[in-house]
């Protein structure tokens, strides 16, 4: 079955990065679209940034300029950059196939502290 296990999650500083990870099994990888949404406490879920198959990125309007998503196919995972960070980043992070039917990770918490 499909298993997404994401890690790098953690506390940090304002203005602060991490590097999240995400590693994908059970799936051909490299014909996925992939993704990375966030869940802060009593808001929805919403989304963070994607990457196709040909390595095309979007980015949510309160991360551009500040996060970067990429792949590496040989490693089935999906990566997220996350630099400069604000307090309201703090969100459990979930990584994501794209597609009619998605299949989400387990989180990791990401907290950013003023």
């Known amino acids: 079955q499909v298993q997404l296990v994401e890690s790098g999650g953690g506390l940090v500083q304002a203005g602060g990065s991490l590097r999240l990870s995400c590693t994908a099994s059970?799936?051909?990888?490299?014909?996925?679209?992939m993704g990375w949404y966030r869940q802060a406490p009593g808001k929805q879920r919403e989304l963070v940034a994607t990457?196709?198959?040909?390595?095309?990125?979007n980015y949510g309007d309160s991360v551009k300029g500040r996060f970067t998503i990429s792949r590496d196919n040989a490693k089935n995972t999906v990566y997220l950059q996350m630099n400069s960070l604000k307090p309201e980043d703090t969100a459990v992070y979930y990584c994501?196939?794209?597609?009619?039917?998605?299949?989400w990770g387990q989180g990791t918490q990401v907290t950013v502290s003023s």
């Open positions: 059970g799936i051909i990888f490299s014909t996925k679209h």
């Open positions: 990457i196709t198959q040909t390595r095309y990125t």
């Open positions: 994501a196939t794209i597609g009619p039917v998605m299949d």
